[in-house]
């Protein structure tokens, strides 16, 4: 069977990058025998990226469509909104700022089908970043991402992937969870299924990282929710319910204890501090307990609702079903 590839790339002020990118997209893909599209998403950049991005689709083709949103959503919504768009049934994503390579993509692809995965991530085994600023605290973010989750890869932080849409199609990104993809894509595959390989990395040639040491507290914050989402989406009850429960059964202890002081003793408990702790655990255990129910409540909620989406796409030609694809048979016949 014939497989199609999307090739999603999200931009943010990335105007000198566009034009190399979109051109060693070509050169690397040539050997490509399938048919592929490369989407572009303009994530509200301020600069000349939409611009560069419009002369590259005009320059190469129908083939290279551009989406455009209202603002900037982040890398995250960007990269949604390219998924919701990619016609393929092979997805891959990478970095607007050239340092991931698009010669290995084809590598990847057949890698993909050789090991028989749903996701293959990248893996910069020679990263040229600076270490205590960007290597290092990712190097902590991978380790605390993977004995978390259980999922083991080494460099989480790599957009260079390889999917299958089938199943990535599955699963929605909000906020900034692109760094989580491969633990969203294990909620619905075997992890067996994901792999890794060592892909190359280049020093960044213009403009600036988008990232600091700042991502390092949101990337903390991001996995204790997906923590709780992966374990407890459909059941948050029984997560509050837990706290619930033993909130309570540590409250009636007290209280039990204190009520044989004063029943049975005869000594005096209104004036003791652990008689206001019991009853404040007690009044907590409630509060948890309930919260669990309303938490239930809005989870089949949102198990019953339209899917949502985290942007706003601005319509334009190459953000609906049309537009043209890059076919090898094509392209052997021009240079004929």
């Not at 990847?108 to 995965?117: P, T, V």
């Not at 990395?201 to 507290?217: E, I």
Request: charged share 20%; with cysteine; proline share 3%.
């Amino acid at each position: 069977m014939i497989q199609r590839v999307s090739i999603i790339v999200p931009f943010y002020q990335e105007q000198e990058s566009v034009i190399p990118l979109v051109t060693d997209m070509h050169e690397a893909l040539s050997r490509l025998v399938y048919e592929w599209e490369l989407i572009c998403i303009d994530d509200g950049s301020m600069d000349m990226t939409l611009s560069r991005l419009m002369d590259a689709k005009h320059q190469f083709g129908s083939h290279v469509r551009v989406l455009q949103l209202q603002r900037n959503y982040g890398q995250t919504a960007a990269m949604q909104a390219g998924i919701d768009a990619a016609r393929g049934d092979i997805i891959v994503t990478l970095d607007g700022d050239l340092q991931n390579d698009p010669n290995d993509i084809p590598a990847m692809i057949e890698e993909l089908f050789e090991r028989d995965l749903d996701l293959l991530q990248g893996w910069r085994e020679d990263r040229k970043d600076g270490y205590w600023f960007r290597r290092f605290p990712s190097l902590i973010a991978n380790r605390l991402i993977a004995r978390v989750t259980g999922v083991k890869l080494r460099d989480y932080g790599c957009s260079l992937k390889v999917y299958r849409a089938s199943l990535l199609k599955q699963i929605r990104l909000f906020g900034e969870m692109h760094r989580f993809i491969p633990v969203w894509v294990a909620s619905v595959t075997k992890p067996s299924r994901i792999g890794e390989t060592a892909v190359s990395h280049n020093a960044r040639q213009y403009g600036h990282s988008k990232y600091g040491l700042s991502r390092t507290f949101r990337v903390i914050l991001d996995l204790l929710s997906v923590s709780f989402f992966l374990k407890f989406r459909a059941r948050p009850g029984h997560f509050f319910g837990y706290i619930g429960l033993c909130c309570g059964l540590v409250g009636s202890l007290i209280l039990g204890y204190l009520g044989v002081l004063k029943f049975f003793l005869g000594e005096d408990i209104g004036g003791r501090p652990l008689f206001f702790f019991g009853m404040s655990i007690v009044v907590a255990s409630a509060q948890f307990i309930t919260t669990g129910v309303l938490a239930e409540m809005l989870s089949r909620v949102f198990f019953e609702s339209t899917n949502a989406r985290g942007y706003h796409l601005r319509e334009t030609e190459d953000s609906s079903v049309g537009g043209g694809w890059y076919s090898p048979n094509a392209a052997a016949e021009n240079t004929e």
